[in-house]
Nanobody, 121 residues
C-alpha cells in the first residue's frame, strides 16, 4: 500500500514563504508525474503545479514566478516552494500522483490528506 503524506502548511503573513513536502511511502519502484492541487472554501480543486518523472514542470498562471515545484526521486518526495504568498493562496493543498509502480503492482491517481495554508495578517 502506498501513502502520500503532506507537511509544511501553516499560517503565514502576506509576502511570506512556505515549503510544502509530500512523501510517498511503501514498497515503491517508481513514481510518474506528481502535482500539487489546492481547494479554497467554496471553490473547485485546481492544479497549482506539476512535475514529470523527468523533471518537466508546469504551473497555474496565478502562481508562476512565485511557486516552484521540485522532486527528490531518491526520497520519493515532491516539494512546493511558495514565495510572495498572497491571501488568495489560502487553501488546503493536496499532493497527487497519477501512477506509482510498486513491487506488487501499479496504483493510479493517489492523493494525500491535504495540508492547510493560510495567508493572513
Amino acid at each position: 500500500q502506498v501513502q502520500l503524506v503532506e507537511s509544511g502548511g501553516g499560517l503565514v503573513q502576506p509576502g511570506g514563504s512556505l515549503r510544502l513536502s509530500c512523501a510517498a511511502s511503501g514498497s515503491i519502484f517508481s513514481i510518474n508525474a506528481m502535482g500539487w492541487y489546492r481547494q479554497a472554501p467554496g471553490k473547485q480543486r485546481e492544479l497549482v503545479a506539476a512535475i514529470t518523472s523527468g523533471g518537466s514542470t508546469n504551473y497555474a498562471d496565478s502562481v508562476k514566478g512565485r511557486f516552484t515545484i521540485f522532486r527528490d526521486n531518491a526520497k520519493n518526495t515532491v516539494y512546493l516552494q511558495m514565495n510572495s504568498l498572497k491571501p488568495e493562496d489560502t487553501a488546503v493543498y493536496y499532493c497527487n500522483t497519477d501512477r506509482v509502480r510498486t513491487l506488487v503492482g501499479t496504483m493510479y491517481d493517489l492523493w494525500g490528506q491535504g495540508t492547510q495554508v493560510t495567508v493572513s495578517s
